[in-house]
């Protein structure tokens, strides 16, 4: 009896010791063996309460009080220690929330995109997997499924792990949720999960609607409609343009003239008719290209697969006729501005038209301003403004800016100024000549071998008649490097001297020759009798002595003429006159000492030699 207490008691003791010394780890397991012992304690008690050993009762009932203090201390250490737990745990939660509040604000989340429609954001990574990953993956994924024929939504489904939650489809999983994704939407996550799945069930449902079987007969036959309807238009558009062309060949014998001016026929009515029908050809193919435009993205746009492709044909059109409009609606004010600068330099370039009138026509005299210079330069004023309205317009140009715009005014002024030396020197010769005035238009010269009357100046050429009724176009560069004569530029002022030499012998008297040539010239045409005529001995030669007559005219246009009929009008008065011209040349050998002179001086030397015998 004595040992089963003492064992007891050892074993009570040894109990406490242990719980005392156990680890704050191993509170729990601790807490329940004191339980044991308290129990077992109390059985000892009853026994004993049994056999009335008082002493003992009173022992076992302080061991049982140390007991139960004991586990009182114990469960504290243990909630003490869950405490601590529990506090760390939510210090971490906290700095996490905390980093990702700071994150949300610059962080742009990945949409997951189905079908066109972004359900919801992805933050967080999973795995190796950035939630861009992510999210392309599950919108990839569920569009896939989304497009099957056979869909069932009811078929999504939620699988919960330890560390995360799968929407699953059939053995798919869609979408993964880890704690830190709903720590990035501020949920728990079995609220996030729950919301994306009624997300992804309405997506589904919806997507059943577009790509489901029923659909897809309702599409067919919208499209059997649409083409039915596109081939009876086109039968109306072909039957409408055809009673239209009927119509134009009528026209050709009731409504259709011909078109005239003045006596010129531009268009007759078959001509007319011809264009008519051309234009309503081009109208019906416009006409049948549009009703093609319309109904083709139509028929795309009622089957989903092919929507996309439907609005993608629709901007091959639209896309360049909205740049076109926009680009027409934003060019308005550079337009504006161009129209003023244009009709600004045409205003200038009517007034100085007005005074170069003026002062070609006399009205408007200016001091050592020609009124031949009048009209080039206007020419030259012309150019100069139109260069600088250019120069103004340049850019304002839609694309002066561009590299190829500003690359292709170089290459064109390259190409010009390489082709156009031979043109810039004409016209640079054009120019010196009009303000050197050597010629007039009316005027006759002679350049170089060329003899005629120059009927046109232009700033590249002067145009020369001869004659003969030749026309002579000459550079203006060589009539610049050549010798001319103008017959015309003094002859109306001072008169024009024609002359020409005629041969005698020695012994005509040179009295009598004057008289005789001044005789002829006062007989021909166009040659003025003031101022007289004259004659003048310009050499005396082995043979004969060489007469030249010189008269005035102020008709040098008619000089041909005029030497022609000198010539004559010299023959006849010398023919009649019995003396011989000796043109040409007449040579003899002499048989005596006879002098040939005139008889007036052999009479006079004879009488001199008799005066001296």
Known sequence: MKLQRVFTLCLLWVLCAININAQVSDSVQGGFQAMSDSAIVADSIRRYVVNKDSLLVTQLQQLLEEAKLSEANLRMEYEQFKLSILASDSIKLHKQLLRIDSLRRTTKGSPVIVDGDTLFYLYAKKGGESALQRAQETGGLMEVIGKKINLDPASVYVENTEHFSDIMYGTEVLVSFTDADAMWEGLSRDSLVANRKQIVIDKFCQMKTQYGIWRMVESIAYCLLVLVLQFLLYKLTC????????????????????????????????????????????????????????????????????????????????????????GVIDYIPNLISIFVIWYATKSLVRLARYIALEIERGNLKIKNFFPEWAMPTFIIVRFLLYTFMVAMIYNYLPGSDSGIFQGLSVFVGLIISLGSSTLIANLMAGLVITFMRPFRVGDRIKLNDTMGDIIEKTPLVTRVKTPKNEIVTVPNSFVMSSMTTNYSSSAQEYGLIIHSDVTFGYEVPWQQVHQLMIQAALATPHIEAEPKPFVLQTKLDDWYVVYQINAYTFHPEKMAL???????????????????????????????????MPEEYLRNKEKKNVDKQ
């Open 239 to 326: 039957w409408g343009f055809a009673k239209i062309e009927k119509r134009i060949l009528k026209l050709k014998d009731t409504t259709l003239k011909p078109i005239k001016i003045q006596t010129y026929e531009i268009l007759n009515t078959e001509k007319q008719v011809a264009l008519l029908l051309v234009a309503n050809r081009i109208m019906k193919y416009v006409v049948i290209l549009l009703q093609l435009l319309i109904s083709l993205p139509i028929v795309f746009s009622i089957f989903p697969s092919t929507k996309g492709f439907a609005m993608q044909l629709l901007d091959y059109f639209l896309v360049p006729i909205k740049m076109i409009v926009f």
């Open 562 to 596: 005029i030497y022609s009929k000198l010539h004559e009008n010299i023959q006849d008065v010398f023919n009649e006159a019995g003396i011989e011209i000796m043109s040409p040349h007449f040579m003899g050998v002499r048989q005596t000492d006879q002098v040939f």
